[in-house]
């Protein structure tokens, strides 16, 4: 790995002879920074802008992989993993599987993705890859572009699109805000026998415990003998990792009947839900992109559909004016707010999730919960939404909006 590492250093930095100054610096090339640069190749009115991506990792493992729903086609469809046309939703006041009318549920692994962006982008004259960390990146006197200071050595652009994870430890106000993680560990698993429908994603399951937080599985069949099975939490802190096992294995055991299966795969991560302001830029010329700017969704974690929408809106920008849009992000308020209040109320009372939750899906048409999820709806359907749930968590949690004290849980005996 090593010598293929070197290998590619020097043939990139071979190319940084006859250019050392950018259109766009990329700073990081995961999920964001190679999905903008992706979209930019593929708008022929930015045929002639040059980039550069400085990232220090080689992306050749699969990392992670990505679900998302979908009504309309995708630049990154030809990598589809697999999809599926129903869902299930499960918890103990109300189960329903689902038919998706205009939706998809789609996944996408990791490697799949990086393998064909990096074979597009690297056949591409426009782009440069540089294989090191940034240290500095600043805004030049005078609107005169950006520079980023490496290790390799200085860059400068007329844009740099930063999408390094946030610092949030750092940042951190929990007097001011929410500050909570989506944590899971997922097996791949193969039977020997029949098991799961390959037809519809287990989207939650909150059959099992809640311990006050809000606990659910989370299956992708792949076919009826092989299956990702997850456990994930909202809550403020991991667990540690055997109890993730357990509660997987129980759920085998218990729910689908195996004590035969073979792990051939692991999935662990945790991804940070916090309303706290992640700003769309750090300058004029400094552009946040991925969870740096907030495209993970507060209330789900959700973010590859997001970084693509982001993606789309920035490079569609640059083509028409050669500017970027004035509403960096196109977010709007009100779903903020509604991000806002179920944090607090997760925060507070995180077993109170699954109920929340089953009204929804049984008071509501899938695609409408999907469309508030992507935050597609109208006033009117925002409407619907919010009266189709208990509304008194919510009001409870308008109050601590109001007087901008995130709520606590009640401290028991």
């Keep these: 790995m090593r010598l293929a590492l070197r290998m590619w250093a020097a043939h990139f930095l071979s190319s940084m002879a006859a250019a050392s100054d950018f259109d766009y610096l990329l700073i990081g090339g995961g999920a964001a920074g190679l999905s903008l640069a992706y979209h930019i190749s593929q708008e022929p009115r930015l045929a002639g802008k040059r980039m550069l991506i400085l990232e220090p990792e080689a992306k050749n493992q699969n990392d992670r992989t990505w679900s998302f729903w979908t009504d309309a086609p995708m630049l990154f469809d030809g990598i589809v993993a697999h999809e599926w046309g129903r869902i299930a939703f499960r918890s103990p006041q109300f189960e329903q599987v689902f038919e998706l009318q205009r939706h998809r549920y789609k996944m996408i692994r990791g490697l799949d993705f990086y393998r064909h962006v990096r074979a597009v982008l690297e056949a591409s004259p426009q782009v440069t890859w540089v294989p090191t960390a940034v240290q500095d990146l600043r805004e030049l006197p005078n609107a005169a572009g950006v520079q980023a200071t ?14 390094r994870p946030p610092q949030l430890e750092q940042l951190r106000q929990p007097q001011r805000h929410r500050y909570l993680l989506q944590h899971f560990v997922g097996w791949e698993v193969e039977t020997d026998h029949d098991v799961f429908d ?8 909150f059959r099992g415990k809640q311990h006050h937080e809000a606990r659910f599985m989370y299956v ?7 299956a990702l099975v997850e456990y994930t939490l909202f809550s403020e802190t991991p667990l540690p990792k055997a109890e993730y096992e357990t509660a997987l294995r129980d759920y085998l055991r218990d729910t689908l009947g195996l004590t035969n299966y073979r792990i051939t795969a692991e999935e662990v991560g945790a991804i940070p839900m916090t309303d706290h302001p992640l700003p769309a830029a750090q300058s004029s010329r400094i552009i946040n992109l991925g969870t740096r700017a907030g495209r993970a969704k507060p209330s789900t974690g959700y973010a590859f559909k997001r970084i693509q929408a982001h993606s789309q809106r920035l ?15 196109g977010d709007q308020w009100q779903f903020h707010l509604f991000d806002t209040l179920l944090l607090d109320i997760m925060q507070r009372q995180g077993e109170r999730t699954h109920n929340i939750f089953a009204e929804l899906f049984s008071r509501n048409p899938v695609e409408r919960i999907f469309d508030f999820l992507d935050e597609r709806t109208t006033w009117k359907e925002n409407f619907q939404i919010m009266n189709s749930v ?14 901008r004290r995130p709520g606590r849980r009640a401290l028991t005996p």
């Excluded at 490496?150 to 999408?163: C, I, K, L, Q, W």
């Excluded at 920008?317 to 970027?324: D, F, I, V």
């Design 390 to 403: 208990t509304p008194w968590p919510f009001l409870r949690s308008i109050w601590h909006v109001l007087r």
């Design 220 to 226: 992708l069949p792949f076919s009826p003998r092989r």
């Design 315 to 329: 490079a569609q920008a640059l083509a028409a004016t050669g500017q970027l849009p004035p509403n960096l992000t």
């Design 150 to 163: 490496t290790p390799a050595g200085e860059f400068t652009g007329r844009y740099a699109f930063d999408s």
């Design 198 to 205: 390959p037809t519809t994603v287990e989207f939650m399951d």
